[in-house]
């Protein structure tokens, strides 16, 4: 597949099962040729619990994938999410020998094995080791260092990293179906190729990918990414909060939260909603904004206050970028400005064709950036390369635009 430039991008969410097939063309753009999806069952906050029933919903996607595209799906770039993913920053220091001088790209790989060495839970595995900035002799900001003359090389890196047994029994679950996985990126990572062009992410900006089970980030500063990670709240507890108070089944509650429920407090009017399919039970308004706020202002603030402490909050120049299913809920831009204190922008749009609304709904943030991850990717192997191997990432990903 990956001479003949087609990728295609895998997420099993915690609502859907979504695989996007795309093709490269020769300027660059891509061309989603077709999308296959069906509702989750088996994943719970972004995890696969039930491996059996997820490969049935992963082979209804699959099957509808490649009917609509007329490709045959060998191999996939999955997505990864789930709050064991954690991240942090590090840098790593060499010298450069004295009777070299110059730097080469084996100085590179040194210090960023350097950079990488930091102590781990036992469990965990690394899943992107993320270029930051380089320094030269004290010089900062440095995009690529290879061939110039210093003494001392210095490189800040973002590394996520994850429970590999997690990790392992995803990729072991699509590996059954059968599908390989050439790569795994966290579900953010994704995202933000789409979502977030150069310029958002070199004046700083925060991408929120607020799915059914997880909430997802990653920041911005300088073009670099210095923060991300997972919080196991998603649209789907604000749902469970609604059927809980108003003692209503699940179904019912979602349909009352989509077509009447906000997650604002403004300007509420007190009116009696009528709950569909439970004849004569109404819902005050006030009532159930309430709910959705509390939940939403729980979720907004854990993702807040570690950002606020690290002082990131103060450089997001382009601001907050929300994506994913459940950033369509009414109200939840409002609150997101009254929590961070910083304006709620729309997504950028990507140089795709295909079906429109593909790329207007941010439920398909993930997938859509998993090509685009893909296809950067790609760009960066050796020419004579075949595929890559799975856990080799690319740091130069996010100095690439979209």
Known sequence: MAASNIYVGLEIGTSKVCIVVGEVRSDGAIKILGVGQHPSAGVRKGEIVDPETVQTCLHDALMRAEERSDV?????????????????????????????????????????????????????????????????????????????????LEADYHIIHGIKTRIQNAIKCVREVPLEVEDIVFSPVAAAQVVLNREAKNEGSLLLDIGGG??????????????????????????????????IPL???????????????????????????????????????????ARVTELLTVVYEPLAKQGYLDKLGKGIFLTGGSSLMKGIADVTEEIFNIPVQKAGSASMSGPSALFENPQYATPVGLIRYAQLLDEQRPKKGALSKLGEKLEKIFGSGR
């Open 214 to 247: 997880t909430t997802d980030y990653i920041c911005f500063v300088d073009g670099a990414v210095v923060a991300s990670g997972c919080v196991a709240i998603g649209g789907d507890h604000i749902t469970n909060d609604i059927a809980l108070v108003l003692k």
């Open 72 to 152: 045959e799906v060998n191999t996939v770039f999955l997505a990864v999410t789930g709050s064991h993913i954690q991240s942090l920053n590090n840098r790593g220091t060499i010298r450069v020998a004295d009777e070299q001088m110059e730097i080469t790209t084996e100085d590179l790989d040194e210090v960023k094995q350097i950079a990488r060495d930091v102590p781990l839970p036992k469990e965990n595995g690394y899943i992107h080791s993320i270029i930051q900035h380089y320094y030269v002799d004290g010089q900062d900001k440095i995009p690529n260092p290879v061939g110039m003359l210093g003494q001392k």
């Open 251 to 293: 179904a019912r509650a979602e349909k009352l939260k989509v077509a009447h429920g906000s997650a604002s407090l403004k300007g509420v009017i007190d009116v009696e909603i009528p709950v569909e399919g439970d004849s004569g039970k109404k819902v005050s308004q006030g009532l159930l904004n309430q709910i959705m706020n």
